[in-house]
């Protein structure tokens, strides 16, 4: 399938538009297709990306560099640091294009005027072809043209950070693969977040949801720092068969421009940050999905304040679930995770 626009709004794509604009923007529109609450937005197509490089000059640069390295099967992180930096710097240095900042700037205002806000917030995510969990940035509470303009350059660069180059390298992948679309959604305002699995991820029980929470932005919980809630529930009753309530010390919260960690309330630590209703929901969401799709699920929600019950429930991902139990790593695959922690912000 092909697309002359290259920039497309969520409702006008589906999961056969993943070549187009990445896995995340594919399953965000599908998820539309299917009426479940996802954040309005648009997604920027990997064709976008590929005409900053050639138009901005990028495109020769890059190669230039790749072809100056030579043999790329020795490497370690110190060279690998240096090829992140220098790509990296490569692409966010370059202006960006006067017909794609035209292009990005009038869907970025329509946004504005379909949401009634002038210099909406949003969240810029990366989204790339092959689902790669935590591999790219995402950039969130992203307010007016020129921030959204700046992430947008620092999305396509975080395809070279020195995890994903790293990846590569292990994999035997192009140095320069890895080329990402860009969804930019409306923020939620967030009072809870977190992610959901269709099955247990550690057991690979299927008759079980389970639910990882925590105050404040999704940041919390997929960034693995820190306790959580944890709530698992029972398909066929949806009985909320257990609950671990973790003492929340440190959440992600919007401030006027971005996002940071700080500390949670003392009296907000040692509460659930979701009710039974909200469990239930987004078990049954979470349900629907698996039931659509054909396969388990691992989702990412967020608590809106701004709507009332079931409103305020938004779905911003959803992608194959993995279960831990049943997946072998190779010594590669453990220098990768390794690295993920090494870099890790």
């Given at each position: 399938m ?33 009426g ?6 648009f ?27 030579g ?23 370059k ?84 080329e ?40 919390g ?12 529930i029972?398909?066929?009753?949806m ?65 809106d ?41």
């Amino acid at each position: 399938m092909s697309s002359k626009k290259l920039i497309l709004w969520l409702e006008e794509i589906g999961k056969e538009y993943n070549p187009i604009v990445g896995k995340k923007c594919a399953n965000l529109g599908e998820m539309i297709r299917m009426g479940l609450p996802v954040p309005p937005g648009f997604a920027i197509s990997i064709d976008m990306y590929r005409k900053f490089l050639i138009d901005s000059g990028a495109s020769i640069e890059l190669s230039q560099y790749v072809k100056s390295l030579g043999d790329l099967k020795d490497f370690n992180i110190t060279k690998i640091d240096q090829m992140s930096q220098t790509i990296q710097a490569i692409i966010e240095e370059k202006k960006m294009p006067t017909e794609i900042e035209r292009q990005i700037s009038e869907n970025y205002e329509r946004l504005c005027k379909l949401t009634q806000i002038p210099d909406v917030a949003v969240s810029v995510r990366s989204a790339g072809v092959e689902s790669r969990p935590g591999m790219f940035e995402t950039y969130l509470n992203v307010k007016g043209i020129a921030d959204v303009l700046e992430k947008v350059k620092k999305v396509w660069a975080s395809a070279y950070t020195s995890r994903a180059i790293a990846f590569r390298l292990n994999k035997g992948l192009p140095l320069l693969g890895d080329e990402l679309g860009v969804a930019v959604l409306k923020m939620v305002n967030a009072c809870a977040s977190g992610i959901g699995f269709t099955i247990d991820p550690i057991s690979g029980d299927a008759s079980k949801v389970v639910i990882e929470s925590n105050w404040g932005l999704g940041e919390g919980v997929v960034s693995g720092e820190g306790s959580v809630d944890r709530f698992s529930i029972d398909k066929k009753t949806m009985e909320i068969s257990e609950r671990i309530i973790g003492e929340k010390s440190r959440h992600v919260v919007s401030r006027g421009v971005g996002a940071e960690w700080e500390a949670v309330p003392l009296e907000k630590r040692s509460i659930p940050c979701l009710n039974d209703q909200e469990i239930q929901e987004i078990a049954r969401l979470a349900i629907e999905l698996e039931k659509k799709l054909g396969s388990p699920q691992d989702i990412e929600w967020a608590i809106d304040f701004d709507f009332p019950f079931p409103k305020n429930i938004f779905l911003l991902q959803t992608r194959p679930a993995k279960v831990v139990a049943q997946k072998l790593e190779s010594a590669s695959d453990q220098i990768i995770d390794l690295m993920a922690k090494l870099y890790r912000p």
